[in-house]
């Protein structure tokens, strides 16, 4: 399966009072089956081994200026360390935020614990390294906020999605 989608729009918008401006986007998406960037077995994807490791680890923007990310884990066996530990530099994590989590219920499935913390007043287009969990089971990652928000500006990011939706089919729709 392979599709690309393209558009190229212009709009007019607000530059200050009584000025107008156009501004142009194109934008692009491409999808190759299977992906090429990462596969699906691989290590990333993995299960990690120990007790109650932070697992389905992911970022998502916290804020529309691109200075605040939302690091959201599941823990699955106890809520464990609701803290994010994080920093410029890698092992030297200066910062902390405290998240929270939650988790549901649902017929006869109990959900793992769902953590969602907000690093807030980052810096635009920088690295930053990041550690979840404690103990010999803790988990560290990195990403780089995007530049400032600016007709010009490039940023590349990725989109992963999977909801398990074939389980609801199979458990909940077809067997009624």
Request: charged share 20%; aromatic share 16%.
């Amino acid at each position: 399966m392979e599709f690309i989608l393209r558009f190229d729009e212009a709009l007019l918008a607000p530059k200050d009072k009584g000025t107008w401006v156009e501004m142009n986007f194109k934008s692009q998406a491409i999808k190759e089956w299977p992906s090429i960037d990462i596969p699906f077995d691989s290590p990333e994807f993995a299960v990690p081994d120990g007790y109650n490791v932070p697992q389905q680890v992911h970022i998502t923007q916290g804020d529309y200026d691109g200075k605040a990310v939302i690091v959201s884990w599941v823990t699955i066996s106890e809520p464990g360390s609701n803290v994010v530990l994080y920093g410029k530099s890698k092992e030297a994590y200066n910062l902390s935020a405290q998240g929270k989590f939650k988790n549901y219920t649902f017929y006869n499935y109990r959900s793992g614990y769902i953590h969602h913390c907000l690093l807030s007043e980052l810096e635009h287009n920088t690295k930053y390294y990041y550690k979840i969990g404690t103990g010999e089971f803790a988990r560290e990652f990195s990403f780089k906020t995007p530049p400032e928000v600016d007709a010009d500006a490039s940023y590349t990011f990725g989109i992963i999605g999977y909801l398990n939706l074939h389980l609801l089919w199979e458990n909940w729709i077809l067997p009624r």
